[in-house]
T-cell receptor
Framework: AQSVTQLGSHVSVSEGALVLLRCNYS??????LFWYVQYPNQGLQLLLK??????LVKGINGFEAEFKKSETSFHLTKPSAHMSDAAEYFC?????????????FGTGTLLAVQP | EPEVTQTPSHQVTQMGQEVILRCVPI?????FYWYRQILGQKVEFLVS????????KSEIFDDQFSVERPDGSNFTLKIRSTKLEDSAMYFC??????????????FGPGTRLTVT
């Protein structure tokens, strides 16, 4: 069965600093991986997804993630944090062992951006 | 841009009461999902629905839960007799016709259910 682990439930960075949110996956088959973001009082919005086409995936709002099979990781990065990036970020893997491609989520990382 | 909507945003109910959480998926989507997140825990899959029937359900989705697409636009989650442990944020999601692996699921803003 597939699973994801997010290291760090809270991450705080200064505005302009590098953002690094960690996600490790466990999967017996080639995984399909996602990063979602949730802004306060809003739904989960897809930032980017990895579906085996390219290991470096670029998403919205300047975020990107690199799939590293050797490290079973799919960390999310952004070179320079903005105040508007403050939100909760969820890593997820598509579990296609069942009848539908349900998502298996990590516990989330709350990103705070300090001025 | 089309979006998934959910009502109410917050529902408070007493233990043992029935609640219905409502969702309006994106209009041309055919696959629908409910997930929940208990405070401080992971977002968990509850159930998927396609062609007017449940495609898959998790262990959480016991006989107290049911889903329905009553009128071609709404997608509802009913909890027959709520328990304290049902307190959580409930997310509805939908995806495009094929529902293929890696296909994006669009999420609503969630309904926060508080059972007292």
């Amino acid at each position: 069965a597939q699973s994801v682990t997010q290291l760090g439930s809270h991450v705080s960075v200064s505005e302009g600093a590098l953002v690094l949110l960690r996600c490790n996956y466990s999967s017996s088959v080639p995984p399909y991986l996602f990063w979602y973001v949730q802004y306060p009082n809003q739904g989960l919005q897809l930032l980017l997804k990895y579906t085996s086409a390219a290991t470096l995936v670029k998403g919205i709002n300047g975020f990107e993630a690199e799939f590293k099979k050797s490290e079973t990781s799919f960390h999310l990065t952004k070179p320079s944090a903005h105040m508007s990036d403050a939100a909760e970020y969820f890593c997820a893997v598509s579990d296609y062992g069942g009848a539908t491609n349900k998502l298996i989520f990590g516990t989330g990382t709350l990103l705070a951006v300090q001025p | 841009e089309p979006e998934v909507t959910q009502t109410p945003s917050h529902q408070v109910t007493q233990m043992g009461q029935e609640v219905i959480l409502r969702c309006v998926p994106i209009s041309n989507h055919l696959y629908f999902y409910w997930y929940r997140q208990i405070l401080g825990q992971k977002v968990e899959f509850l159930v998927s629905f396609y062609n007017n029937e449940i495609s898959e359900k998790s262990e959480i989705f016991d006989d107290q839960f049911s889903v329905e697409r009553p009128d071609g636009s709404n997608f509802t989650l009913k909890i027959r007799s709520t328990k304290l442990e049902d307190s959580a944020m409930y997310f509805c999601a939908s995806s495009e016709a094929e529902g293929t692996v890696g296909n994006e699921q669009y999420f609503g803003p969630g309904t926060r259910l508080t059972v007292t």
